[in-house]
């Protein structure tokens, strides 16, 4: 599997633990809006998005018999995801532009993996007929 990949459901576990973790926290407080914010987007942008980003990769494009095709574009995709989604967790409430910064982020990072899902998963190379 490529460490990228990898990468990207290792940080999808730590994103379901903490989700959880802010999840059985709500329950001691008294309806927290950050709270409730951030363990939906840790859940859903970070273990879901991120478990789909690294199984994506690794089995998407092997379905058509290509490789990625922009693997450097892998590397891009998972930081921007990453400090997107902490950003966009981390400052939600207090600052706003930096709020709508780290939303549009996000968007351009599931951008990033739609356009190297979709060029890899193109038709594949004809086979030769030896």
Known sequence: MDPIAKNFVRASLLYFFIGVCLGLLQLFTKDEPLLKFAHVHFNLLGWMSMMIYGVGYHILPRFSGNPVAYPGLMKWHFWLANISLVGLCGVWGYADGLTKLFAVLQVAAVGMFVAN???SIGT???ESSH
Do not use: K, N
């Open 124 to 126: 594949a190379p004809a």
């Open 117 to 119: 899902i979709m060029a």
